[in-house]
């Protein structure tokens, strides 16, 4: 079964810092990959999506980036972090049926 | 993306079935229903899934509606740690994202 890792858990970083979330995933090859941004107390904002190596695409225009330099390893990037992105940084992995999801980083940007 | 209407909320108490209805009218006849969960700072979990027929598996049933453009999702015996917001979300097939709306915030009470 697959296995997503997210790292760290917690983040606190100041405005104007740049950002790297990781993301790796085990017990699959070549997986769909899923980036999703979870403000306190909303939905599920899809933020990236990766079907391949160097294949991005975004789905909501913001000071965030991603890339996809090994099959199994999502990275979520930010030059420059504003007050607006702090939330709950969620990876996923498609399967057969459905998304397995990981542990996801609480990022608050003071 | 087709789209799933949800109540806000909901509240059962322990021990109780519990049924949490889903709409979605425009449903195409190769959308999947999936339900997915999310516990308190954690990712989301994935649930169930159907596309017709009803569907039981260890953690729920999915109940569609003959003509498809609702379903439910029945806890049988509802516990405290089914307290969670339930997602859901139609699938089509081949698609290659998932997209979440807000969800039914159910509480269980003791």
């Known amino acids: 079964s697959q296995t997503i890792h997210q790292w760290p858990a917690t983040l606190v970083q100041p405005v104007g810092s740049p950002l790297s979330l990781e993301c790796t995933v085990e017990?699959?090859?070549?997986?769909?990959l899923y980036w999703y941004r979870q403000a306190a107390g909303r939905g599920l904002q899809l933020l990236f999506y990766?079907?391949?190596?160097?294949?991005i695409s975004s789905e909501v225009p913001q000071n965030l980036s991603a890339s996809r330099p090994q099959d199994r390893q999502f990275i979520l990037s930010s030059k420059k972090l504003l007050l607006s992105d702090s939330g709950f940084y969620l990876c996923?992995?498609?399967?057969?049926?459905?998304?397995?999801f990981g542990s996801g980083t609480r990022l608050t940007v003071v | 993306d087709a789209k799933t209407t949800q109540p806000n909320s909901m509240e059962s108490n322990e021990e109780e079935p519990v049924h949490l209805p889903c709409n979605h009218s425009t449903i195409s006849g190769t959308d999947y229903i999936h339900w997915y969960r999310q516990l308190p700072s954690q990712g989301p979990e994935y649930v169930i899934h159907?596309?017709?027929s009803n569907v039981n598996n260890r953690m729920a049933s999915l109940a569609i509606a003959e003509d498809r453009k609702s379903s439910t999702l029945i806890l049988h015996r509802a516990t405290l740690r089914d307290a969670a917001v339930y997602y859901c979300?139609?699938?089509?097939?081949?698609?290659?994202?998932?997209?979440f709306g807000q969800g039914t915030r159910l509480t269980i009470n003791p």
């Open positions: 979300i139609l699938d089509p097939q081949g698609a290659q994202k998932l997209v």
């Open positions: 159907g596309l017709t």
């Open positions: 996923a992995c498609a399967r057969n049926y459905g998304y397995t």
């Open positions: 990766s079907v391949g190596i160097g294949q």
């Open positions: 017990g699959t090859s070549n997986p769909n």
